[in-house]
């Protein structure tokens, strides 16, 4: 799932409510433990892959309050 925005229609708070819809949704559609299996996080300022699962969660939870940069990749 990609949420690509380069426009400048979209505020920050459009944004958020976009992410938080698919907060709300994705638990229905795919668990936490197959997000794993399936995907990579990559942390673009540290240039590594995240691998703790409560690292990943804690990502997951903060959503765009960050000033960091992960990166999510399908392995499909």
Not at 2 to 31: C, G, H, M, Q, W
Not at 46 to 57: E, F, I, M, Y
């Amino acid at each position: 799932m990609l949420l690509a925005v380069k426009s400048n229609e979209y505020s920050d708070k459009k944004i958020n409510v976009e992410i938080n819809t698919i907060k709300r949704l994705l638990p229905f559609i795919e668990s936490f433990s197959a997000f794993l299996l399936n995907t990579e996080v990559l942390d673009l300022s540290k240039h590594a892959v995240v691998t703790k699962t409560s690292r990943l969660k804690s990502i997951f939870e903060e959503g765009t309050d960050t000033k960091s940069y992960y990166f999510v990749i399908c392995k499909n």
